[in-house]
Every structure is written in structure tokens, then in C-alpha cells.
């Protein structure tokens, strides 16, 4: 069973670029959430979706998009990037949106901005 | 809105003790509770999740406690050894989907 994987490993952008991020879930699942975190922080939820569809979100500007694609995998998009969105990007993935469900970590990818 | 705090924020102790991590958040209505550790600088590994209706979790020697009224979770390690050495997370879902809140962690180092 393949768990989830995250590219890239690590980024480094300027301010004001945009910045596409990629995640493949765990065999299985059908549902991906994307988090963020800052150093020295617990993660924050970005959003969640559900056969390609976003069905929950989190306190983030329009400027942070995501797309599903039929084989479950998902990308996270940001533009127009600034300073403090230099942090670690996790993705999770689970079998459905029952909230009992398991989430399951990527490793991340490590976004600087400068 | 859903508040999560751990308690301490680190710790450090000698191999061989047992310890405890503390965990609490704000809003009692929660589905369930899951505790992650998290190697420097990488992804999360769940390590016990916990469902609203039950009241612990344990795994090997790891043990996850539950209190939802008092809005309190710990998690017990026993007999820590370095390899235990990472920051520990607790997360509560107490919405209709995926979305978890995370508390601060707590970053523990077991010394040999």
C-alpha cells in the first residue's frame, strides 16, 4: 500500500509569484486535506476535497485554490505569494468525508517565500 | 471557535521515565481526538485516534486518555527512550468534514 507523497520536497519563491504544490493520496482514499503550517505552529486547515470538489474550507484568501483530479490525487495552488506564506504544506488523505475517518500525513513540502 | 492547548510546550527527560502529555481544547462537542508526532522538519504520524464515545486509546506503549467534558486528553509514554525524541500533536474534529485543529505541540527530548 502506498502512502501519501508530496512534491516537491522543498521551494523557493519570490514575492508576488504563484506556486503550484502536488499531493497523490494514500491508495483508496478519495478525499484530500491541505494544511499549513508555520514554524513553530500546529497545522492550519486550508481545505478539503471530495471527488473533485471542495466541500470544506478554512479561514484562507481566494488566492489559495486547490483542484481534485479524477484519480484522487490534488494540487494546491497560491498566488500572488507573500512573505508569510513561508511554511510547511501538508496534505492528508482519508476514505471519505465520514468524520470518523482516519486522516493520514504526507511528509510535506517545504514552501520559502522571499 | 475551537480553541486546542498543549501543555508543556517542551520537555526534556531522562531515558527509562514515564511521561505525560497534556492536551485540552475549548469546545467539548467533538467527534473525536487524534495525538501525531512529528519528526523536525517533516510530515505527521498518527499515533492514537480517539472517538467521542470512548475513553482511551493504546498502542504499545503509548497510552491516549480522554476526557470529552473536561474538554482534556493525555497521552502516557512509557518507559521513554531517545527515539521518542519529537514534537507531539494533539488534533480534535468537531466539524462536518476533514478539518482538524491542532494544538501548539508539545517538543519532547529523551536523553540516553
Known amino acids: 500500500e502506498t502512502g501519501v507523497t508530496q512534491s516537491p520536497t522543498h521551494l523557493i519563491k519570490t514575492r508576488g509569484q504563484q506556486v503550484t504544490l502536488r499531493c497523490s493520496s494514500q491508495?483508496?482514499?478519495?478525499?484530500v486535506s491541505w494544511y499549513q503550517q508555520a514554524l513553530g505552529q500546529g497545522p492550519q486547515f486550508i481545505f478539503q476535497y471530495y471527488r473533485e470538489e471542495e466541500n470544506g474550507r478554512g479561514n484562507f484568501p481566494p488566492r489559495f485554490s486547490g483542484l481534485q483530479f479524477p484519480n484522487y490525487s490534488s494540487e494546491l495552488n497560491v498566488n500572488a505569494l507573500e512573505l508569510d506564506d513561508s511554511a510547511l504544506y501538508l496534505c492528508?488523505?482519508?476514505?471519505?468525508?465520514?468524520?470518523?475517518?482516519?486522516?493520514?500525513f504526507g511528509p510535506g513540502t517545504r514552501l520559502t517565500v522571499l | 471557535k475551537q480553541e486546542v492547548t498543549q501543555i508543556p510546550a517542551a520537555l526534556s527527560v531522562p531515558e527509562g521515565e514515564n511521561l505525560v502529555l497534556n492536551c485540552s481544547f475549548t469546545d467539548s462537542a467533538i467527534y473525536n481526538l487524534q495525538w501525531f508526532r512529528q519528526d523536525p522538519g517533516k510530515g505527521l504520524t498518527s499515533l492514537l485516534l480517539?472517538?467521542?464515545?470512548?475513553r482511551e486509546q493504546t498502542s504499545g506503549r503509548l497510552n491516549a486518555s480522554l476526557d470529552k467534558s473536561s474538554g482534556r486528553s493525555t497521552l502516557y509514554i512509557a518507559a521513554s527512550q531517545p527515539g521518542d525524541s519529537a514534537t507531539y500533536l494533539c488534533?480534535?474534529?468537531?466539524?462536518?468534514?476533514?478539518?482538524?485543529?491542532f494544538g501548539t505541540g508539545t517538543r519532547l527530548l529523551v536523553s540516553p
Open positions: 488534533a480534535v474534529k468537531n466539524t462536518g468534514f476533514q478539518k482538524l485543529v
Open positions: 492528508a488523505s482519508s476514505t471519505g468525508t465520514s468524520v470518523n475517518n482516519e486522516q493520514f
Open positions: 491508495s483508496g482514499h478519495n478525499t
Open positions: 480517539i472517538q467521542s464515545s470512548q
